[in-house]
């Protein structure tokens, strides 16, 4: 006897719901992430932008991601009691640079948990966790490509904290010449009494932005930063983060090295909304092109 359309239909819907049942069951049962934040980062970040990124994150790793908030004052002792209450055998723990003490306690009674820490100097051999820092000369190297797309024929400004190193302008003037970009670009301090902004057709901002940004200036930014993009300037056409929250999954998912640090890209947002449809698909289509996993 032939099998009704309708019998099919409840055999598959059924066969649906148990896979989607057991999915869950697997995502809530595998051990999740924690993410050491505090108040001031939540801020600056956006709370819209982080829950967004937490759902990201943990689609992508099929985990949870359990923020542990602590204050900005707290000890090394009370992160790592934070960090030990919000679950007690989690995957893998990210502490920001600031926290690192606390991350130093943490492993001292958990050494079999993986740790990652954000920033700071490079590792030293004792060191429990694994450090996890950008890569600043190839972030450099690419804002260079980038500024020379969106320059024209103007020149590039590059404004940083203090004085840039030697290494670093090197790969940023490696980056404009492989898009054919022939002058060289001006570095200064973020407090350089600088006026010469009308011959410029791109600032790159790797420190302190706010003295430039206030000068409202139309001039298209390329800005190394955490806050939210949607909260700067519109004249800011492209944002490198290197936060612990953006480069979570690819921290969690690099193997870690028996000696030095886990090294990865920025990542780099366009702003679409700020540019023109023909600019935002050749900076969309370029960035998708030559930065890494994206």
Not at 19 to 31: E, F, H, K, N, S
Not at 44 to 60: A, C, D, F, P, T
Not at 77 to 86: F, M, S
Not at 237 to 246: E, G, M, Q
Request: glycine share 6%; hydrophobic share 50%.
């Amino acid at each position: 006897m032939p099998v009704s359309k309708r019998k099919i239909f409840f055999v598959l819907c059924f066969l649906f719901f148990a896979l989607l049942i057991g999915l869950v069951a697997v995502y809530m049962t595998r051990p999740p992430v924690l993410i050491v934040t505090d108040n001031s980062f939540h801020q600056l970040y956006g709370s819209q932008r982080l829950l967004q990124l937490r759902n990201r994150i943990s689609m992508q790793l099929f985990r949870r991601v359990i923020p542990v908030y602590v204050a900005e004052s707290a000890g090394a002792d009370l992160v790592a009691i934070a960090v030990a209450e919000a679950f007690e055998l989690p995957w893998a723990i990210i502490f920001p640079f600031r926290y690192q003490e606390g991350a130093r306690i943490f492993m001292e009674n958990h050494p079999e948990l993986r740790v990652l820490v954000f920033g700071g100097p490079k590792s030293e051999n004792e060191e429990l966790f694994t450090r996890v820092r950008t890569d600043t000369a190839g972030d450099f190297y690419r804002a260079g490509l980038c500024a020379a797309l969106l320059a024209g024929d103007k020149g590039v400004l590059f404004i940083s904290d203090g004085i840039l190193a030697d290494e670093y302008r090197d790969v940023f003037r490696a980056g404009l010449l492989e898009r054919g970009f022939l002058d060289d670009p001006v570095f200064i301090s973020a407090t350089a009494n600088y006026t010469a902004y009308d011959a410029k057709g791109c600032v790159v901002i790797a420190g302190p932005a706010v003295r430039f940004l206030e000068l409202d200036l139309d001039i298209p930014v390329i800005l190394f930063s955490w806050a939210d993009p949607k909260l700067s300037p519109d004249i800011v056409k492209l944002v490198f983060n290197d936060s612990p929250w953006a480069l979570a999954v690819n921290a969690f998912r690099a193997e870690a090295p028996e000696e030095g640090d886990i090294i990865l890209d920025s990542i780099p947002v366009v702003l679409g909304d700020r540019l023109g449809r023909d600019d935002f698909r050749m900076i969309r289509n370029f960035v998708k092109a030559n930065f890494q996993n994206n």
